[in-house]
């Protein structure tokens, strides 16, 4: 069996993405399922936060988000059969690459919105960067849940892509409020924002990292495109929330001073928290579950490029690992 690996032998060092064989599958365990794998989507792989949760390895087997068929089960397991079609129990109707392609995106955005800001009807949610795969489901999501959506567009393309965006058939609600071109840099986010809101800001907002400095003083590997956090914290609205991927996140008593007159909140966006406790068992798979149905009725439509095959993972991941990959990457088996 031939796999992909992320191997980095010592801090420090530029992570390397490897092939390698393996003869023997190991042994099928009580609790165990194992699974012909029919797609594999591939997510950037975080090094540092995978060392800090004394997960690292030498070599670090590449994509998770998986779907397939089952082989074989264990003893003790009873959700799963022998032939099931699996991401978590994948719809019939939804094809291998759409279900391995969505299953990550659609957990943040659940996490993001769901539970970290608690979208409802009415409230306005502004996405960072509305046309990279998770944004595409977040503003889908939001959508859906009666939420008028304003997003940002990093270049014409990505303009041009979420106003082609529709809702699905029978909702009379566009999908985007309103794109906000910052490709030029000369659009400031959030007077646009306060505008499109009559002056009341924006109740949720998902940002793509956000700038902690000043231009001058910000790194030059740092994308310019991002918005400074002041902007963020100016947009957001009283009682509006704020989700992170900013993981150094920086606030200086003027900022939580802000943060505390508007009784705003800020949380951070990490999927992997679900796996850190097994009391969140029952709500994770809830989760999982919702967005395959979404996925089965079209709500939600994700943001694929063209399925690759096994032996093109490896420039795949590669790209993947540098941020240079505007749609979701999956390998088809």
């Known amino acids: 069996m031939k796999a992909l690996y992320c191997q980095q032998n010592s801090a420090g060092e530029e992570i390397a993405f490897v092939f390698q064989e393996r003869e023997n599958l190991p042994v099928t365990r009580d609790n165990d399922v194992k699974i012909q794998v029919k797609a594999c989507a591939l997510s950037w792989t975080d090094i ?140 400031d986010v959030a007077e646009s924002c306060l505008e499109e809101t009559g002056g009341l800001g924006v109740d949720i907002v998902l940002d793509a990292g956000v700038r902690l400095y000043s231009k001058e003083d910000e790194s030059t590997l740092k994308p310019q495109l991002l918005p400074h956090k002041h902007d963020i914290i100016t947009l957001l609205s009283v009682g509006g929330h704020w989700v992170t991927i900013e993981k150094n996140l920086q606030l200086d008593p003027p900022d939580s001073h802000c943060l505390f007159l508007k009784g705003a909140t800020v949380s951070f966006l990490n999927d992997e928290v679900w796996n850190l406790s097994n009391v969140q068992q029952g709500k994770y798979l809830c989760i999982l579950e919702d967005v395959m149905e979404k996925l089965s009725n079209s709500i939600f439509r994700p943001q694929l490029d063209e399925p690759v095959p096994l032996y093109e993972a490896k420039v795949s991941m590669e790209i993947v690992q540098k941020n240079q990959a505007r749609k979701r990457q999956v390998i088809q088996f």
Do not use: C
């Open 48 to 187: 540092k936060l995978l060392s800090e949760l004394k997960m690292k390895k030498e070599f670090l087997p590449v994509g998770r988000e998986i779907a397939g068929v089952v082989l074989e089960v264990g003893s003790k397991v009873s959700f799963f059969q022998p032939d099931d079609e699996v991401v978590v129990h994948k719809p019939e109707k939804v094809p291998w690459v759409e279900a391995a392609g969505t299953i990550r995106d659609g957990l943040r955005a659940y996490t993001a919105l769901h539970y970290l800001s608690h979208v409802s009807p009415g409230k306005t949610v502004l996405v960072m960067d509305g046309a990279s795969p998770f944004g595409t489901i977040a503003i889908q999501l939001a959508q859906h849940r009666g939420a008028k959506v304003i997003s940002t567009a990093y270049s014409l393309e990505d303009k041009q892509y979420l106003e082609r965006l529709r809702p699905p058939v029978g909702t009379r609600q566009p999908l985007i409020a309103r794109v906000i071109d910052v490709s030029n840099g000369k659009i």
